[in-house]
């Protein structure tokens, strides 16, 4: 099956810093990838879906200007958390859609803000 | 919108034992995709069974099996010959392909834990 990397895979800062987060396509070619955070014990909420060549579409609720999204190639996807907070410490997972409808997922980034 | 319904918070089964987790859905689309996916402590996501919803024939890998109802709108898990290694949050998800609407996004169940117990 195809593999999606992220780096780092469990990251500290201190409050008011930011982080970048990277999601890697390793043998295909993704024009789209989804960024996810997730909570101890709940599921994954859809933050935002990243487009190669163009802005990222947010969903609801998810503020823009705090997690930034650049999606530079076709293989690579990148999550900025800015002036992060104690708030914003959590799991973030990447993925990316395959050719039958499955989508690959990244190994996921801790973040932890003291 | 599409909204899929996971009602098992918690299960747990022996092992060797068989085990179905459920999963209702609510879509309007007839042309859609279900998973099912597995998440160890590891928290890796794990495929484990796709389904699409034009086939009648249910998804089967291995040990992993479904019985998708369509009309009814139910897609569960039955995982036979339970293993310490299916030990993880399972996740159900719906996907509406080739979407201007909905984007190729999965929509996911809370998700149940499932508990192997030697």
């Known amino acids: 099956g195809a593999v999606v990397s992220q780096h780092p895979s469990w990251v500290i800062c201190k409050s008011g810093t930011s982080v970048k987060i990277e999601c890697r396509s390793l043998?295909?070619?993704?024009?789209?990838m989804f960024w996810y955070r997730q909570f101890p014990k709940k599921s994954l909420m859809l933050m935002a879906t990243?487009?190669?060549?163009?802005?990222?579409?947010?969903e609801q609720g998810v503020e823009k200007d705090k997690f930034l999204i650049n999606h530079a190639s076709l293989t690579l996807s990148t999550l900025t958390v800015t002036s992060a907070h104690p708030e914003d410490s959590s799991f973030y997972i990447c993925?990316?859609?395959?050719?039958?409808?499955?989508?690959?997922f990244g190994p996921g980034t801790r973040l932890t803000v003291l | 919108a599409q909204t899929v319904t996971q009602s098992q918070p918690e299960m747990s089964v022996q092992e060797a034992e068989t085990v179905t987790l459920s999963c209702t859905y609510d879509t309007s689309e007839n042309n859609y995709y279900l998973f099912w996916y597995k998440q160890p402590p590891s928290r890796q996501m794990i495929l484990v069974i796709r389904?699409?919803?034009?086939?009648?024939q249910n998804a089967t890998e291995n040990r992993f099996s479904v019985n998708f109802q369509k009309a009814a709108k139910s897609f569960s898990l039955k995982i036979s010959d339970s293993q310490l290694g299916d030990t993880a949050m399972y996740f159900c998800?719906?996907?509406?392909?080739?979407?201007?609407?909905?984007?190729?996004?999965?929509?996911f169940g809370a998700g149940t834990i499932l508990r192997v117990k030697s």
């Open positions: 993925s990316a859609p395959g050719w039958r409808g499955e989508q690959f």
């Open positions: 389904q699409e919803a034009y086939k009648q």
């Open positions: 998800a719906f996907m509406k392909p080739h979407s201007m609407e909905y984007g190729n996004k999965l929509v």
């Open positions: 990243s487009n190669e060549g163009s802005k990222a579409t947010y």
């Open positions: 043998d295909f070619q993704a024009t789209t």
